[in-house]
């Protein structure tokens, strides 16, 4: 089992939809937890930070469930320029602090 | 701020050559990273330096990878011989040092073996 899974995708959606991805983590004692944007042909970005009490940035909104171990990340109304490839990533302090990335969810807004 | 520096952006090359790829980290950062992507995939963890000791290795093709971050500022990744498999784009990223930081990467080199 992989350490970090997502659903590769794609993901087409009109502009103004809402679309949820979600991201599971096989190791319980993964402790934080981060949503990247990577463009296509440049390099992955913070998108944000996810907390246990779940957070809201604008039009996105990362929840965490540690019982079921998953992440999800939600956009409400979707732009054109949303589209982009979502990278889950999780740390591990195992020795030296880790950061494992997933495969990505490919998201395509159409207009 | 600068951001992370790598250089160079594009890299072809036959099998069996070698390669190396260069990154400097954004000042004052002590963590250092090299990621392998391969195209569909995210990015995989080759090594992972602190200062300029190696605190991660575990995922570096050790027989052709070779990774040194002299004075704990510039790092430069070298891979010889190159294989077919080796066509990625390698990242470079860097972090303060400390637990919950964020990550911050170079544009990467995109390597093509052919």
């Known amino acids: 089992r992989k350490e970090v899974e997502q659903d590769p995708g794609p993901f087409n959606v009109p502009e103004g939809a809402t679309v949820a991805f979600n991201c599971t983590y096989s190791?319980?004692?993964?402790?934080?937890f981060f949503w990247y944007r990577q463009d296509c042909r440049k390099e992955p970005k913070l998108l944000m930070s996810v907390y246990s009490s779940g957070n809201e940035d604008g039009r996105f909104t990362a929840q965490l469930n540690r019982a079921s171990q998953y992440i999800s990340l939600l956009i409400r109304d979707s732009k054109l320029s949303d589209s982009a490839t979502y990278l889950c990533?999780?740390?591990?302090?195992?020795?030296?602090?880790?950061?494992?990335f997933g495969t990505g969810t490919r998201l395509k807004v159409l207009a | 701020e600068a951001g992370v520096a790598q250089s160079p952006r594009y890299k072809i090359i036959e099998k069996r050559q070698s390669v190396a790829f260069w990154c400097n980290p954004i000042s004052g950062h002590a963590t250092l990273y090299w990621y392998q992507q391969i195209l569909g995939q995210g990015p995989k963890l080759l090594i992972q330096f602190q200062n300029n000791g190696v605190v991660d290795d575990s995922q570096l093709p050790k027989d052709r990878f070779s990774a040194e971050r002299l004075k704990g500022v510039d790092s430069t990744l070298k891979i010889q011989p190159a294989k077919l498999e080796d066509s990625a784009v390698y990242l470079c990223?860097?972090?303060?040092?400390?637990?919950?930081?964020?990550?911050?990467f170079g544009s990467g080199t995109q390597l093509s073996v052919l």
């Open positions: 990533v999780v740390t591990l302090t195992s020795g030296t602090y880790k950061y494992i």
């Open positions: 990223a860097s972090s303060l040092g400390a637990q919950l930081e964020k990550l911050f």
């Open positions: 190791n319980s004692a993964s402790q934080s």
